[in-house]
């Protein structure tokens, strides 16, 4: 199992050929508490990029891109219930979506955890 | 001899020794020298603005009346979405004509707007009830754009991938004239279909059809939402809304969207508007709703209260991605309608639409006994076959109406709440009838069958005392002009005066329906000649639309006719829109609405454009660039230098400028957009121009356009030259009504008086900013030290030293009996404060004094290293509930919380209710009030 990260602040946690995606821990953060998340629906396909998401929050509302090309398998159906979830379990509970990859070699361009601890300070 | 005092002398809130004093404490000597230092020389205007003197407001009055005159009051029959209408006069008293209501600025901050929240929430509900659906946001601007964001809302909720949209053929041709303005940069192909033999649907993301059509007849709409729901097509239903109470809501038929106007629940015609359209979704669609949305959530005690909710869907958030550029409502009109229909309640209005149906109905009885061809279905509207329909116009003219000529052979005739027996007697001769006896003439399956309205609003305040009390509790909750200095940057919060707002509701200028015959216009026609040379002399600019009803109306319309312009020159490939990242959030939406894309430009560490950016951009893009959207004074509130140069660099390569004019109230007089170099802008007359905020609206965004442009400017079905570009709003001139308010603010300034204002709006900011800036950063200020006619305070430092956040600030405000300065906008963590020139120097200086002490609040924090968490700012606002409790459980004083300045001890505001919780309003999504059935248990039988 590895876990990848994109320069958008999505986590992506690689089992063979399944991803599960959320956002990260310092993203929630970012948003504040989060209110709404609009998950896609299963079985639909989508481009490394993009929209499939959107997470709101009392200040802001964003899109989540696809990190990787692939199909949606399955959506968090807890968020519609409780969103809060994204702001307290961000990396494990908060997951957003599931998806097939079509093309692993896409991982290659991710970031990994140390990158992206990185990426995040230069942010700051 | 002493002077007497003009109308300038109290509109500008200081004094001559006042201005004096604050001039030398900037360490100037004369407004002349301000002007000087502060606007850059290369756009200064050289010449006194070539407008009329000056009148008094007695005879500034006497002549518009004059004017006014020259309208004719006809009976209207016209219908077609325009009905007159009984304003009860406990409304039209103590709401239209007082400033607690009308003076109110949109309730971004709850705690002080409870009461014309929950007006709306009333509204909300009205909507939600009568239309059957699951939300209703709080209102649009009119039913013709109501039903193009409809248009637009199925084409991004429908899971088809087709660009098709079918538009029955018996909607309102203004209805039907927006869309295809709204369709056409989008790529929409728009299909007519006839609603009593529709097609079978296939391949679209929606359909429109309207209710009662604009022949009169009723459609059976349920078969078609069928029909469309079988192949996965979105259904907007246009309804009337009095019909509502006696047809089936389309919410129970299975519509997914449903619009129309609440006009004729109150509000006078008014030539066209403003008026406040509904709409209203499913569950479903609800997140995507364009507009305002009142929804209830709770206070830090825990009391229901209300809020703006799923604010971040809107522009100012999500910029070119927004789904609308729609970023205000028509709140004192949707009001006015949701109190008509409190005072009215259900059995009133049913009452109503069914003495409607009955007149309608003898009349139609009548017509059909003669044999002339008419719908056999209507509510209020009886089409008749004539032979000469001209002939017949004119024949009812002369006894007394006018009715409406929908083709050469056909005329209509709608009934509204004025009718009666006499008028239907007339009508009788007229159309040589045998009057019927009447009879219920619905469609028996679309009889409305469902209960609405059932809870307490609607059914308690039907006595006049009861409303007026109603009326009075209500604004007492709210903090409006009417009390204290509202300083919201960008916003332009002045005076309205008395002498302005009177003439809207001389029937004259009210019960006048937007299609009438032109020769009953003619004073409508001159106020409106002499409105647009005004403004044309003001800005600088060859001609002037007045028909965009709201700000980002104007801007639509104003990139509308860039974008018509290029086209016309074989340049439609000029699609890229440049925008500053200072720029307002409806900039980039407004952009996306017309096709465009949108590149962002830097703005450098001063708040200016990033000259270098522009230039790289400009040349990457090149001949691809459509226009630069800026706004001057910046957003920043300064007077950038290198304007001029900004304009040429866009010109070079054949771009346009649109200058959004926001800031209009720093240029009348000492500069101008034609000045500047721009090619179009929209100006905010609810702004620069005393047309009041009205708690939300109503916004009247006319645009001013260089010669070039002039054929671009939005046309409409009624006027008889043709314009590439279709209508932008529903009526010719949009919010017409309040047009005399404009007209009266020029007149009774004239040239001399309009530079003062200006000269007064950017001393007062000055010594605001020169008060605050030992205590708060000032964020951008020119070369000199300078700022335009607003100021932003920097207070992110405050969250660093003291964890004091700017809400905490902003609510520790309405402590001190002020409403915040915009929060957040156009720098995060920042205020920006705006006084105008309306402000006497003694509530200035009170405003400071509040901002002072608070910063002092903070200190006590820094000082004794104490936490934000238990100060006096954390809880703020203080209820008279909260203070008086009988465990205190703060280290602060009830007194400290209470009455930090002893001003207040004598005047004091109170919220009614602590500080809302915005998570919990967003996360319960509550946005009309459930109907009584919901909250009664089982009845238990007596015992």
């Not at chain 1, 990787?68 to 494990?92: A, F, H, K, M, Q």
């Not at chain 2, 309205?453 to 609607?458: D, G, I, L, P, R």
């Not at chain 2, 409105?531 to 509308?560: C, F, K, M, R, V």
């Not at chain 2, 009348?668 to 121009?689: C, E, Q, Y």
């Amino acid at each position: 199992m590895t876990v990848k990260y994109t320069r958008e602040h999505e986590w992506i946690r690689i089992e063979g050929d399944m991803a599960t995606v959320g956002i990260t821990f310092y993203a929630q953060e970012q948003l504040g508490d989060v209110v709404f998340v609009e998950l896609p629906e299963a079985d639909t396909s989508a481009d490394q990029g993009a929209e499939v998401a959107v997470v709101e929050s009392v200040k802001a509302a964003s899109d989540i891109y696809a990190p990787v090309t692939g199909t949606i398998i399955e959506s968090n159906e807890e968020l519609s219930d409780r969103p809060e979830l994204v702001n307290e379990d961000p990396e494990n509970d908060g997951w957003f979506f599931k998806m097939q990859l079509s093309d692993p070699s896409e991982l290659d361009d991710l970031l990994d955890e140390a990158d992206y601890q990185a990426f995040i300070q230069e942010e700051l | 001899m002493k002077q007497e005092m003009t109308f300038r002398d109290r509109h500008i809130g200081l004094s001559d020794d006042e201005r004096a004093f604050m001039l030398k404490t900037l360490g100037l000597n004369s407004m002349d020298e301000l002007a000087t230092q502060v606007v850059p020389d290369n756009i200064r205007k050289q010449t006194r603005m070539s407008l009329p003197d000056a009148l008094s407001e007695v005879d500034a009055l006497a002549e518009l009346k004059s004017i006014a005159s020259k309208n004719q009051v006809v009976r209207t029959l016209i219908g077609q979405g325009y009905y007159h209408t009984l304003t009860p006069a406990v409304i039209q008293r103590n709401v239209l004509e007082n400033p607690a209501w009308y003076t109110a600025y949109t309730p971004y901050q709850p705690e002080i707007s409870q009461g014309r929240l929950e007006a709306l929430f009333n509204y909300q509900t009205m909507v939600v009830e009568l239309t059957g659906m699951a939300v209703a946001n709080a209102s649009l601007l009119d039913e013709a754009t109501a039903a193009a964001e409809a248009m637009t809302l199925c084409e991004r909720s429908s899971k088809s991938k087709s660009n098709r949209f079918y538009v029955a053929s018996n909607l309102y041709r203004q209805t039907r004239a927006v869309i295809e303005t709204r369709a056409k940069p989008l790529g929409f192909e728009l299909v007519e279909f006839d609603a009593h033999n529709p097609p079978a649907f296939d391949n679209a993301f929606g359909l429109i059809v309207q209710y009662t059509g604009n022949d009169g007849a009723v459609v059976d709409i349920q078969p078609l939402i069928q029909n469309a729901k079988d192949k996965g097509i979105l259904t907007v239903v246009t309804a009337d809304i009095l019909s509502l109470t006696v047809l089936e809501s389309p919410g129970h038929l299975g519509a997914d969207i449903c619009l129309g106007s609440t006009q004729r629940f109150g509000v006078p015609m008014g030539n066209g508007g403003p008026h406040a359209a509904f709409f209203a979704v499913t569950d479903k669609l609800k997140r995507n709703i364009p507009g305002r949305l009142v929804g209830r959530s709770i206070d830090s005690e825990g009391r229901d209260a209300y809020r703006l909710t799923l604010q971040t869907r809107e522009q100012h958030i999500r910029r070119e991605k927004a789904t609308s550029n729609i970023c205000t409502a028509q709140v004192l009109l949707a009001n006015i309608a949701g109190f008509y229909a409190c005072y009215h309640g259900p059995s009133g209005l049913t009452a109503q639409a069914q003495r409607v149906h009955f007149l309608a109905s003898r009349f139609h009885q009548g017509i059909k006994e003669k044999g002339q061809m008419v719908n056999d279905t209507f509510f209020d509207t009886v089409s008749v076959q004539v032979s000469d329909a001209d002939a017949m116009v004119a024949k009812a003219l002369e006894n007394g109406f006018n009715i409406f000529k929908t083709n050469a052979t056909t005329v209509s005739v709608s009934f509204d709440e004025a009718s009666n027996e006499a008028e239907l007697k007339v009508l009788a001769n007229i159309f040589s009838i045998k009057l019927g006896h009447g009879a219920v003439a619905l469609p028996n399956q679309l009889i409305r069958k469902t209960d609405f309205m059932t809870q307490e609003a609607f059914n308690t305040h039907h006595s006049e005392t009861e409303m007026m009390r109603y009326l009075r509790k209500l604004a007492d909750r709210d903090l409006a002009l009417d009390r204290a200095m509202i300083p919201l940057g960008s916003c332009t919060m002045k005076l309205n005066a008395a002498s302005e707002m009177a003439p809207i509701t001389w029937p004259e200028f009210a019960n006048i329906h937007p299609f009438a015959p032109d020769n009953q216009r003619l004073g409508y026609a001159e106020m409106i000649h002499n409105l647009n040379d005004w403004l044309a002399e003001i800005t600088d600019y060859a001609g002037i639309s007045l028909q965009p009803n709201s700000g980002a109306q104007g801007e639509y319309a104003g990139l509308l006719a860039i974008q018509g312009y290029h086209e016309s020159r074989g340049e439609a490939h000029r699609t890229i829109c440049l925008v500053p990242s200072s720029a307002h959030g409806t900039n980039p939406a407004s952009a996306q609405m017309v096709g465009l894309d949108v590149v962002v430009i830097g703005c450098d560490q001063d708040g200016n454009i990033d000259l270098y950016d522009l230039k790289a951009k400009v040349e990457q893009h090149g001949t691809n660039v459509s226009c630069l959207m800026i706004t001057y004074p910046s957003t920043h509130g300064v007077f950038e230098t290198a304007v001029q140069e900004v304009c040429d660099i866009v010109h070079s390569v054949g771009g346009q400028i649109y200058l959004d004019g926001a800031n209009l109230n720093a240029q009348v007089g000492l500069t101008s957009p034609g000045i500047i170099g721009s090619d179009v802008s929209h100006l905010n007359l609810h702004k620069t121009f005393c047309i009041p905020h009205g708690g939300g609206g109503p916004g009247v965004g006319p645009i001013g356009v260089a010669e070039h442009l002039k054929p671009f400017m939005p046309g409409h079905p009624e006027f008889s030259t043709q314009s590439p570009v279709g209508p932008v709003s529903a009526a010719p001139f949009g919010s017409a009504m309040i047009l005399p308010i404009s007209w009266m603010y020029i007149r009774m300034m004239g040239p001399d008086g309009l530079k003062d204002a200006t000269e007064s709006a950017i001393l007062s900011a000055n010594y605001i900013a020169k008060r605050l800036a030992s205590h708060y950063p000032i964020l951008y200020t020119d070369a000199k030290g300078f700022v335009a006619h607003e100021c932003i305070l920097d207070t992110r430092a405050v969250k660093e030293s003291a964890g004091v956040t700017v809400d905490d600030i902003a609510k520790r405000l309405i402590d001190y009996g002020f409403h915040a300065p915009t929060m957040s906008w156009p720098v995060a963590g920042t205020l920006m404060i705006e006084p105008t020139e309306s402000e006497p120097l003694a509530e200035l200086d009170r405003f400071c004094d509040a901002m002072i002490s608070i910063r002092q609040e903070i200190s006590a924090i820094e000082s004794e290293k104490g936490s934000a968490d238990d100060s006096v700012l954390r809880h703020a606002p203080y209820t008279v509930e909260a203070v008086t409790t009988a465990h205190w459980p703060h280290a602060f004083s009830r007194q400290e919380a209470a009455f930090p300045v002893d001003s207040l001890k004598k005047d004091r505001y109170w919220p009614p209710v602590g500080r809302i919780d915005n998570v919990y309003g967003d996360r319960n999504l509550v946005c009309s009030c459930p109907p009584l059935s919901e909250y009664t248990d089982t009845p238990t039988e007596a015992a």
